[in-house]
């Protein structure tokens, strides 16, 4: 390939760029490119710790929701001598937010740093593609929704 066509295949990406997306925002403040769901499962307890973490980030919307559940320890505190216990469901709060996908890093960190007592239970982060989003509203679409 010579200059010419690298020039050529350069000037194209540039042409195909500007359509995408107004010039000055990136992808994820143009509503486009993907997000991601990112939802933890904390200590009720650090509710509203993870919430203020969140707010902190710019992060203008979060689901949350009662749950029960299990880790390693299948609820309980101790494994005697290894021996498995029945397992009991623990109270925890499942937290669900949708983000631009190069805000997840952010998020994570966040969510981590106010949801850890360094004990057992602390919970877990779970990471999800999501497709598509929409503000009802005005029918805004994708990043631009959230
Ligand atoms: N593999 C999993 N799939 C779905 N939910 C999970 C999973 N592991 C943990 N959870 C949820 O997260 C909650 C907290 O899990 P927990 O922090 O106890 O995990 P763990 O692996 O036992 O880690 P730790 O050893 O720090 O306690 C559970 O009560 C459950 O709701
Ligand atoms: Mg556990």
Not at 17 to 45: C, D, H, T, W, Y
Not at 61 to 83: C, D, F, M, S
Request: one cysteine or more; glycine letters at 10%.
């Amino acid at each position: 390939m010579g200059p010419g066509c690298a020039r050529v295949v350069k000037l194209l990406r540039v042409v195909n760029l500007s359509r995408e997306r107004p010039v000055g925002l990136n992808r994820a403040q143009a509503g486009i490119g993907p997000m991601k769901i990112v939802m933890a499962i904390i200590k009720p307890f650090k509710l509203e710790e993870v919430r203020d973490a969140l707010t902190a980030i710019g992060v203008h919307g979060l689901t949350v929701t009662e749950v029960k559940g299990y880790g390693r320890q299948k609820g309980h505190t101790e494994i005697y001598r290894g021996a498995e216990y029945a397992v009991s469901f623990l109270p925890k709060i499942k937290i669900e937010v949708a983000v631009a996908s190069d805000q997840v890093d952010k998020t994570i960190d966040a969510i981590t740093s106010a949801a850890k007592t360094g004990q057992i239970g602390d919970g877990k982060i779970f990471v999800i593609n999501l497709d598509h989003a929409v503000r009802i509203r005005t029918g805004e679409a994708d990043a631009a929704a959230l």
